[in-house]
């Protein structure tokens, strides 16, 4: 294979895959040194140039031999069609998974966010839904809402609600392998605190910025007990209340109070910064 082919399937394989040139270069590079390392048993290092021709140089340490040596990639056997096919499949595997990590660290940035989603399937057998999501404008990825995950209102009427759209937490993001070939899971929920947090800042406009909110009990489809370092507007509450159809009561804490030193112990406050004494001014909303 001459440095034209190489080339030409460099820019193909960059096409093909969306990665950028140099990534197929260093993938082509890093496949190629394994192949001849084990072909002549000895460290090869294999570099694509920049007029695309190839460079192969070997070393020894094992047998003191440190002084680098040309060597030839005819082990490859990239010059025959039935040879350079097989490398170019493994070539694009490697790509492939270079490129479903890219997509899945583009994606981390919204985990533990809220995020609409449309209900677009119902699984009889596990109770799974699969939502509908659309994180990056005009690009929808299908998320995973398991039955535990999921508010009682859910479980019961989830064959009516196919269609509906709602907030869900984005809870986890991982890739998995399915038969040899890597693949993005996102999961999400109904049932954290943080969608109770967040959705509230949602509808808190401009003092969202400032307003510290911990959510330090829920029960789902019951009620959820969230502090704040302010007042909450009553709109806020009840569009939250509606939203995950249960009772959301909001206390405002005193400035020099951290919400996340209150607790709420058989239906009585505890605060450690206070000495576990409920906090003087402390209202419910």
Same mark, same amino acid.
Not at 97 to 118: C, P
Not at 208 to 214: D, K, Q
Not at 218 to 244: K, T
């Given at each position: 294979? @001459?440095?034209?082919?190489?080339? !030409?399937?460099? $820019?193909?394989?960059?096409?093909? *895959?969306?990665?950028?040139?140099?990534?197929?270069? #260093? !993938?082509?590079? @890093?496949?190629? #040194?394994?192949?001849?390392?084990?072909?002549?048993?000895?460290?090869?290092?294999?570099?694509?140039?920049? @007029? *695309?021709?190839? @460079? $192969?140089? $070997?070393?020894?340490?094992?047998?003191?031999?440190l002084e680098p040596r040309k060597v030839t990639a005819s082990s490859l056997k990239i010059n025959s069609s039935k040879g350079f096919n097989s490398i170019r499949r493994q070539i694009g595997k490697l790509l492939y998974r270079k490129a479903t990590l890219k997509e899945a660290s583009i994606y981390h940035q919204f985990l533990h966010d809220v995020v609409e989603g449309e209900i677009a399937l119902v699984d009889k057998a596990t109770g799974r839904l699969y939502v509908e999501l659309e994180m990056l404008r005009g690009e929808p990825f299908t998320a995973i809402c398991e039955y535990k995950h999921q508010t009682p209102y859910m479980r019961k009427n989830a064959h009516y609600l196919v269609g509906e759209k709602m907030d869900f937490h984005l809870n986890k993001i991982e890739v998995v392998e399915v038969q040899g070939v890597p693949r993005i899971n996102i999961y999400v929920d109904r049932t954290s605190k943080t969608l109770v947090t967040k959705l509230l800042k949602r509808h808190l406009n401009g003092s969202a910025a400032t307003t510290r909110l911990s959510c330090v009990k829920r029960i789902v489809g019951g009620y959820s007990l969230v502090l704040s370092s302010q007042r909450i507007p009553q709109a806020a509450i009840v569009a939250v209340d509606r939203a995950l159809r249960e009772r959301i009561r909001v206390f405002a804490t005193p400035e020099n109070v951290s919400p996340d030193s209150i607790t709420f112990v058989k239906g009585k406050i505890q605060c450690s910064d206070l000495e576990k004494r409920k906090p003087k001014n402390l209202s419910g909303q």
């Amino acid at each position: 294979m @001459d440095a034209s082919q190489i080339k !030409t399937h460099i $820019a193909e394989l960059s096409r093909e *895959y969306g990665v950028q040139e140099f990534e197929v270069i #260093s !993938t082509i590079e @890093d496949l190629f #040194s394994r192949h001849l390392s084990r072909w002549h048993n000895e460290e090869v290092l294999v570099r694509i140039l920049e @007029d *695309y021709t190839l @460079d $192969a140089t $070997a070393a020894n340490p094992l047998t003191g031999n440190l002084e680098p040596r040309k060597v030839t990639a005819s082990s490859l056997k990239i010059n025959s069609s039935k040879g350079f096919n097989s490398i170019r499949r493994q070539i694009g595997k490697l790509l492939y998974r270079k490129a479903t990590l890219k997509e899945a660290s583009i994606y981390h940035q919204f985990l533990h966010d809220v995020v609409e989603g449309e209900i677009a399937l119902v699984d009889k057998a596990t109770g799974r839904l699969y939502v509908e999501l659309e994180m990056l404008r005009g690009e929808p990825f299908t998320a995973i809402c398991e039955y535990k995950h999921q508010t009682p209102y859910m479980r019961k009427n989830a064959h009516y609600l196919v269609g509906e759209k709602m907030d869900f937490h984005l809870n986890k993001i991982e890739v998995v392998e399915v038969q040899g070939v890597p693949r993005i899971n996102i999961y999400v929920d109904r049932t954290s605190k943080t969608l109770v947090t967040k959705l509230l800042k949602r509808h808190l406009n401009g003092s969202a910025a400032t307003t510290r909110l911990s959510c330090v009990k829920r029960i789902v489809g019951g009620y959820s007990l969230v502090l704040s370092s302010q007042r909450i507007p009553q709109a806020a509450i009840v569009a939250v209340d509606r939203a995950l159809r249960e009772r959301i009561r909001v206390f405002a804490t005193p400035e020099n109070v951290s919400p996340d030193s209150i607790t709420f112990v058989k239906g009585k406050i505890q605060c450690s910064d206070l000495e576990k004494r409920k906090p003087k001014n402390l209202s419910g909303q």
